[in-house]
């Protein structure tokens, strides 16, 4: 377990950076309580995610606008949730900015429906780097100050957390899949 932290600690800041272009949520919490332990700057990791994050939804928001025949392959089989999304862009497209990077599973799909959608590219810029600054602030130091208690838990009930996370984030996949799915009549 300590060769583990050890190479987190090394390698820490590269793998959030990536981890954050992405989604980032799970790495963030992760390096907040590895701060928390002393082995990563809290302030360096709230940097590093952020910049990462900001950059990460700004290149899916323009693959979605001028990319939409070379990105459609690899959606196959979201061609519901991504109309779900575009559905909400248009009735909530400012807020959803912000909302999109506290929910999983929606997180790379919202800026690639936003760019189908011809979301202004200025304004999602805007909205994306305070989005994502607050993100990072949030989740990074929440985790940091909440660090030694739930390195605690994990010491003491073993994989729990771990299996209620994968459950929560199952819930929400299948939540999802029925939320974007067609009425049937």
């Not at 002393?38 to 709230?46: F, R």
Request: charged residues 10%; glycine residues 10%; proline residues 2%.
């Amino acid at each position: 377990m300590q060769d583990t932290i050890n190479s987190l600690a090394t390698y820490g800041y590269v793998i959030l950076f990536f981890y954050s272009l992405g989604g980032g949520m799970l790495a963030i919490i992760a390096a907040g309580i590895l701060s928390a332990q002393g082995s990563l700057d809290i302030w360096l990791c709230v940097a590093v995610a952020f910049a990462a994050n900001a950059l990460g939804d700004s290149i899916l928001f323009y693959i979605g606008r001028h990319n939409k025949s070379a990105i459609m392959p690899y959606l196959k089989g979201q061609e519901r949730k991504l109309s779900y999304c575009s559905l909400l862009v248009r009735k909530n497209g400012s807020w959803l900015v912000f909302l999109q990077k506290f929910i999983y599973g929606v997180k790379t799909l919202v800026p690639i429906a936003m760019g189908l959608a011809r979301y202004s590219f200025f304004k999602f810029n805007i909205l994306n780097v305070f989005a994502s600054l607050i993100w990072a602030i949030l989740l990074g130091f929440g985790s940091y100050y909440l660090g030694d208690s739930l390195a605690k838990l994990v010491e003491s009930s073993g994989y729990l957390p771990a299996v209620v996370v994968v459950c929560l984030l199952v819930a929400g996949y299948i939540w999802l899949g029925r939320v974007s799915a067609k009425k049937v009549r």
